[in-house]
């Protein structure tokens, strides 16, 4: 059985490709088995939870950063479980925020069981995430990751602060994408090089190359947001405006717009009119050129992480980090 | 200035009385400054949040079991602080999942700022809590509360999946129970006892004490839900009704009733038929003795904690903590 999860990751080297794969069913197995639950009804909604397959980078990026992937150790794999739920539980918790209905091509735990079961199978989650750390003992990891998480919800809540805000700041934008996602990413290279007992020069390197690479993943999720193929989205085009989020393509097109796009673009996000606004803002921002801009922003942060992995020891697994630079840049669109 | 957080709980040792007011203060201090935010969105919603005073049941267990009131070590102030933060960021989601508008005589934060803030407000306090346990490498009460904390999920979990179900059987309502709510205030007590450093013996007479009145703390909550004057509530009478949530005083009603008594109950129950509904099956259980046999039951529970006062030391914390059973027994009603 060939996992779902690196669909997209370009990995030229097919060894160190099926050495992930083994510890990403470790990583998978963990997760599973941790969150299991005597209730049939928490174990059927655990179900539904774990059914749509993820990217899986964050743990990918824990397995390659602690260095032993193929024989991680079982702390790495632990770390890389823990990453994985933890992202789960934010999602689960993000979509009751912003009523989503649709992730990944499915339906979500909201749509379908109800707000209630979503947010306390985010707590459910989110805490099993905990224990397993506090139980393995790994302290430092521990340590990291709860207040990346503390984080998380600062940036989700600044985000909701700045919804429907008239006009967001670049800078402002930069800093709720950091806080809500390139932080974790960002955890989980230092998680990885912590428990890989890389020296200190080198866990620097990797958070710098993670935080780089976050930003940039969070930039490209926001630029396929206006121009997608839905079916390939697992969601509607727009959402995002939907759920009055104004993110980069927005912003930089209405940056370089003319004075009459400029007005135009602020008058249909003052009047808030429904889908047919929503179709035209996102026809403005592609052709004022925000989405490319925005990627060309994407681009830089994954070449500034490539020149994080300059203070990485050369090998395989440097060479896999600078092909997930390309996935998380160029991936489908 | 006299803080209202021990309203209700009658010390007849004014020193220890106010040895615990100091320290409640220090507690309180502690919950403020953790939770503050350079961002003035989140610093408000941190103020809506902690202007209702709680009753700060839980911080009292831990500085009573730790032993030292009114000098206490930082390490139980800490605890202390915690618990009260696990316990908010509880009601914050419970409010949510249960759609209640009103706590402590307030309206609650989803009502007053929507489900989406008062999730992440959840989120937020309760990984701002996880934060203080590991900066103070408080080990072995972050691995008994962050264990705590998720077996309350699944107590919610339970709960949300019971709701409108025919009619629970009594030991499913007291798994839930001691899930949702007892467990955690017999984790008050055991954090207090490990800290106050308890020798074995009596740190089990401290847990046995806590799940005892936790048990008893929360059927007393349910008679109230029956019988209580709103304006002392809080809340409306039959909010849980209302909720689906069926609790011990209409189990019991329905056990003791005659025949014809209990299918009225079954039928206005599987109705679901609104406010007259509603105020029939309040006043059927109470007519048919369920809130009076429910309270007994709780004075039951309130007698086991007593038992196990024994396996302490004598003294004015004891006595302290035998006050307590009182006022969880006996409070307003």
Redesign the interface.
């Known amino acids: 059985m060939k996992p779902a999860f690196l669909k997209g990751l370009k990995l030229g080297n097919l060894r160190l490709r099926e050495a992930l794969d083994r510890d990403l069913l470790r990583v998978e197995a963990l997760v599973r088995d941790s969150l299991r ?1 005597d ?1 049939p ?2 174990a059927g ?1 655990t179900e539904t939870v774990l059914a749509p397959p993820g990217k899986r980078l964050r743990p990918i990026l824990v397995l390659l950063a602690a260095g032993r992937p193929g024989a991680s150790s079982q702390a790495a794999v632990l770390a890389a479980a823990v990453v994985e739920m933890i992202h789960t539980a934010t999602l689960l ?1 993000d979509d ?3 009523a989503s209905l649709h992730r990944r091509g499915q339906p979500t735990l909201n749509a379908l069981s109800g ?3 979503a ?6 989650v ?3 995430a ?2 397993l750390l ?2 393995a ?1 790994l ?1 430092q990891v ?2 990291l990751l ?2 990346t ?2 984080r ?3 940036g ?3 985000q ?2 700045l919804r429907d805000r008239r006009l967001l700041s670049e800078e402002a934008y930069r800093r709720v994408i950091y806080e809500k996602t390139a932080r974790l990413i960002e955890a989980c290279c230092a998680s990885g090089a912590i428990l890989g007992g890389a020296a200190a020069g080198v866990a620097a390197a990797y958070s710098d190359f993670g935080r780089n690479i976050g930003m940039a993943f969070q930039i490209v999720d926001d630029v396929l947001d206006y121009e997608a193929d839905p079916a390939v989205l697992g969601k509607p085009v727009g959402s995002d405006l939907a759920e009055g989020k104004q993110t980069l393509p927005l912003l930089l097109a209405h940056a370089a717009a003319p004075p009459a796009g400029r007005a135009r673009l602020e008058a249909l996000l003052a009047a808030q009119d429904g889908d047919a606004a929503r179709q035209e803002i996102v026809e403005l921002v592609r052709s004022l050129g925000g989405t490319v801009a925005a990627l060309a922003a994407a681009r830089r942060y994954g070449e500034a992480a490539r020149a994080a992995l300059a203070g990485l020891p050369a090998g395989e697994i440097r060479e896999a980090l600078d092909a997930t630079v390309d996935y998380v840049v160029e991936r489908e669109r």
């Open positions: 639950a209730e009804f928490i909604l918790h009751v925020v912003d707000d209630g079961a947010i306390l199978m985010g707590d459910f989110y805490s099993r905990i224990t506090v139980e003992e302290t521990l340590g709860a207040t998480v503390h998380m919800s600062v989700e809540l600044m909701l602060d």
